[in-house]
């Protein structure tokens, strides 16, 4: 049996969140924008799996737009308040997902960019000096997908209020993890993606606070309070809402599964002295872990674990392919050979102690075959 | 039990494609983007679904890139176009679905409207006088959502090829109705949509011919050959490939099915000496039928068969809520009084006489107590 250790990347669909959306993959069917009694069920489905969303954000259901997914998502929030309020600076931090990132880079004055320190961490000062007198939208992701760095957006947040400038962060891998408060910690706009959290893949919600200037990008009906023309995605819409609902029940439980395991993976890397963990001794989410290893290339490291049944990735699965060293770690200013060496483990409720023990035995195994091979090599030069 | 004749604006999920999407809602996960084997999975998934989208579409795999469904596909066409190469002037027809003529909208120049006659069907001589030297992009859709007028695309087709303008289709309606083929038909763009063939909702294709110059409009990864970033909706995108698969096996017997209903609706309809059936005489979808009646309000007229379990459209679903005529009836000069009135019949394969005989049944109950009430209110002035 393979082991998967990449739930950030994404997690399996629960199967309460399956059952909850077969009565919507059935024969009976209905385009919510119907009027008929078809349309209304589907209708009011939507309006109940945005509740449960709404309540997991700490947000009001009225605030949710829910999208195709998290880089959707970003991509409205950049796009649409720029459109909405042009002449208008943008600042983003320098860790965010490329799905955040990547539009920044395209709009068209592009962004400025919010540096981190070493730890990965965006700082009061460093958000200061970034910051222009026109900076009228910040976005700061609430925890990193590599590194697993919780941000400390409180600050952060007050800092841009007293500037009378909106603050959106993408929350796609703290949703379901810890908690979440929309309305009270004073963000204007969050991003959430249903299947970083057991729900299904092909939607997303952004969530929007009604004084954040916001235009659609996607035209043709007025879906998603004319946030998002498109017939919606019922089932999936259904399917997030019930992995929000078991997202809360299970958010300090979840914790504590993954956090043990994520220690014992931890304790047990310490004993490879060639190994280091990024951003260690500061807040992280309870499931992550990324580390290198000195004198290995993290994709090769990668496909020798997939021989040996352990899914892991090696940085941020939307750039897998890459050869560059993560945008993350570059930003925390790790050299090059120690980040090309970069491998993440993120663990899922469906991991047990087990897959800690594979995992470790299998680095073991690998880290001394090319041990003994170097020595080998040396010893025949 | 519910009678569903809606099916233009949806259709239920078929038992065979919710089969073949099971496997990917499981226990077993993994993002296509991953290296590891878990990933690769999912990525093959999608290619094998990108050979039968692709077969269904008459074009060939790599030409096909999956969206989250017909409205991003359109919107995708026209904004990625544009942004590609600038300067350049579109037209579209003015019975394209909204997905299609809002975004020709927003475009920065617009785009020119191509009229129809009487009959719903775009001419050459409407093109011809339409296009200007500077057009470089048209667009006419296969079939109407709400007319089913089918359009003789052929003529048009040769007509822009001369004129090295790249042509556009939005065949979401005729997918799976009647057989496509984009290489041989000569069209550069081709927008198909999953659950109107009996796929998953949040699931569609753009068809592309490699001359036609396009940008990504969602930024954050290299999915999709780099033209559409997120994580794959595999599940919906494997459904989407066996909905296709299906929706060939079946071409010809589901298209005699439909048109059997259809003609018994009609035949049926012009027992009514009030009723009058729109862009009759031309070619249409075997499945649909509209009609407007004489002295009824459209809307109306829905929600009392909708009282009576049954559902039909009073226009397009997406456009509902709104009181204005159909931009459709309203193109073809129909006046204001009877398009109000139009009621949208569109059949599926769960359909079955005793469907047709229940809609008549009702229209003859609606009609007959309001002529009744009519003449008792004039008996009292």
Redesign the interface.
């Known amino acids: 049996m393979?082991v998967?250790l990449?739930n950030n990347?994404?997690?399996?669909?629960d199967?309460k969140v399956?059952d909850a959306?077969l009565p919507y993959?059935?024969?009976?069917?209905?385009?919510p924008?119907?009027?008929?009694?078809?349309?209304r069920l589907q209708k009011d489905a939507i309006e109940q799996a945005r509740e449960l969303v709404a309540q997991l954000a700490g947000a009001r259901a009225e605030q949710v737009v829910f999208t195709?997914?998290?880089?959707?998502s970003?991509?409205l929030l950049l796009n649409g308040f720029k459109q909405a309020s042009r002449e208008t600076c943008i600042a983003v931090s320098a860790v965010e997902?490329?799905?955040?990132?990547?539009?920044a880079?395209?709009l068209q004055a592009g962004a400025d960019i919010i540096p981190v320190d070493e730890k990965g961490c965006v700082t009061l000062p460093a958000l200061e000096q970034a910051m222009t007198e026109h900076t009228s939208l910040l976005s700061v992701m609430s925890a990193n997908n590599e590194t697993g760095v919780i941000q400390d957006l409180a600050p952060l947040i007050s800092f841009a209020a007293e500037r009378d400038c909106f603050f959106h962060t993408d929350a796609s891998q703290t949703a379901g993890k810890i908690a979440l408060n929309f309305v009270d910690s004073g963000v204007h706009a969050m991003t959430i993606?249903a299947?970083k959290l057991y729900g299904?893949?092909?939607?997303g919600a952004l969530i929007l606070d009604k004084q954040l200037p916001i235009t659609k990008?996607?035209?043709?009906?007025?879906?998603e309070k004319n946030l998002r023309?498109?017939?919606?995605?019922?089932?999936?819409i259904v399917g997030f809402g019930r992995a929000a609902g078991l997202a809360m029940e299970n958010l300090e439980a979840g914790a504590s599964h993954v956090r043990v395991l994520r220690n014992a993976l931890e304790k047990g890397l310490k004993e490879f002295n060639t190994i280091s963990i990024f951003a260690e001794g500061v807040e992280r989410l309870p499931n992550t872990v990324q580390f290198g290893i000195a004198g290995f290339d993290g994709?090769t490291m990668?496909?020798q674990?997939?021989r040996k049944?352990i899914?892991?990735?090696?940085g941020s699965?939307?750039?897998?392919?890459k050869t560059e060293p993560s945008h993350v770690l570059k930003a925390m200013k790790i050299a090059d050979v120690l980040a090309n060496s970069a491998i993440r483990v993120s663990f899922g409720k469906?991991n047990t102690m087990s897959d800690v023990e594979k995992l470790l035995s299998a680095l073991r195994d690998i880290i001394e075959i090319n041990q003994h091979s170097s020595v080998m090599m040396a010893a025949t030069v």
């Open positions: 393979a998967y990449d990347a994404t997690t399996a669909l199967e399956l959306m993959m059935g024969q009976v069917t209905g385009n924008s119907s009027v008929h009694r078809f349309g195709s997914g998290g880089t959707e970003n991509n997902h490329m799905s955040l990132l990547e539009p880079q395209h993606s299947h299904p893949v092909g939607v990008r996607q035209f043709g009906g007025s879906q023309a498109g017939t919606e995605n019922v089932p999936a994709e990668l496909m674990l997939d049944a899914a892991v990735s090696s699965a939307c750039t897998s392919g469906n």
